[in-house]
């Protein structure tokens, strides 16, 4: 069973940068896609950022431009470099990771996920 487990969440102030790193450990050669996805308080889970193996991403439209999803697949990890943060990216962020090759669809692991607080 894949495991992942993030890490790098914490408190920012507006217009502010964090890095989201998250390790995947057990058969994670297994792994193809892997991506972030956010749940802010009272919202549902939402994709933010995704990526396979071969380097194709999808972003969702919010964070275009301001987040970079990247990856290092001999690692197993993949990371979310965020700047220029709003109150409104303020939400639990989750690792996540599928076997098949594409940008979009289900994820068969998921991580616990991380907080992430932007606020003055």
């Known amino acids: 069973q894949v495991q992942l487990v993030e890490s790098g969440g914490g408190l920012v102030q507006p217009g502010g940068s964090l890095r989201l790193s998250c390790a995947a450990s057990?058969?994670?050669?297994?792994?193809?896609?892997m991506g972030w996805y956010r749940q802010a308080p009272g919202k549902q889970r939402e994709l933010v950022a995704r990526?396979?193996?071969?380097?194709?991403?999808n972003y969702a439209d919010s964070v275009k431009d301001r987040f970079t999803i990247s990856r290092d697949s001999a690692k197993g990890t993949v990371y979310l470099q965020m700047n220029s943060l709003k109150p409104e990216d303020t939400a639990v962020y989750y690792c996540?990771?599928?076997?098949?090759?594409?940008?979009?669809?289900?994820?068969?692991?998921w991580g616990k996920g991380t907080l992430v607080t932007v606020s003055s």
């Open positions: 996540a990771a599928a076997s098949t090759p594409t940008i979009s669809g289900p994820m068969d692991y």
């Open positions: 057990g058969p994670w050669f297994s792994i193809n896609a």
């Open positions: 990526i396979t193996r071969g380097g194709l991403t």
